[in-house]
């Protein structure tokens, strides 16, 4: 069985800190994603990267960035968290873009 | 308009009853398909793959869908309390980005 995990359920952060998520998958994948998911907005994805120190844009990006030095573990930087941050944060990945994405638990982010 | 549309519900049927569940799209180049289940609180979890048109059985699960109606849908037979979710679908064009229904909201009442 594929398995993401996230490195926290739950997290709050103040205004202006600097917020790190980590994503880890056991599978080998080469694709992984970041994903934010808020009421009636539905996913919408930060960061993709499709190989190890590739990344590219989502529709969401602006005010995040993302890591992926290792093949299996991605993370996602708030360089200067914001009130309008806090949402669900899933990471996902695929074995490549022609797979079905697999699902982290999710980090519900709370900014202060 | 957004790529896909999905009914947000909330809907709630008794158990035993079968369900249905639905989106719709307006790329016509959507070739993959996919349907996702989400508990309160946790990550979606894959419960359907499909590619192109068709349906695809899997136990109490059929999806469908229909290219020419850029529509499609999920049943649920023999629905159970433990169906109570959030179902999500999902769908991409080949090699690019996935785009997803902002969820239907689903309970199942004992």
């Known amino acids: 069985d594929v398995k993401v995990t996230q490195s926290s359920r739950y997290l709050v952060k103040r205004t202006g800190e600097k917020v790190f998520l980590e994503c880890v998958q056991d599978?080998?994948?080469?694709?992984m994603f970041w994903y934010r998911q808020d009421p009636g907005l539905g996913l919408r994805l930060i960061y993709f990267?499709?190989?190890?120190?590739?990344?590219e844009k989502g529709d969401i990006p602006e005010g995040y960035s993302v890591s992926r030095e290792k093949k299996e573990r991605f993370s996602l930087i708030l360089e200067s968290a914001s009130t309008n941050q806090t949402s669900m944060y899933l990471c996902?990945?695929?074995?490549?873009?022609?797979?079905?994405?697999?699902f982290g638990p999710g980090t519900r982010l709370t900014v202060t | 308009q957004k790529e896909v549309e999905q009914d947000p519900g909330p809907l709630s049927v008794p158990e035993g009853a079968i369900v249905s569940l639905n989106c719709t799209y307006s790329?016509?180049?959507?070739?993959?398909f996919m349907w996702y289940r989400q508990y309160s609180r946790k990550g979606p979890e894959l419960l359907m793959y499909t590619y192109s048109s068709g349906n695809k059985e899997d136990g109490r699960f059929t999806a469908q869908v229909d290219k020419s109606s850029k529509y499609i849908s999920l049943f649920i037979r023999d629905s159970q309390p433990s169906d109570s979710a959030t179902y999500l679908c999902?769908?991409?064009?080949?090699?690019?980005?996935?785009?997803f229904g902002t969820g239907t909201s689903l309970t199942v009442i004992p």
């Open positions: 790329n016509s180049a959507f070739q993959y």
């Open positions: 599978m080998d994948h080469e694709n």
């Open positions: 999902a769908m991409r064009e080949t090699g690019n980005q996935f785009y």
């Open positions: 996902a990945s695929s074995l490549n873009l022609s797979y079905e994405q697999y």
């Open positions: 990267s499709y190989d190890v120190k590739m990344k």
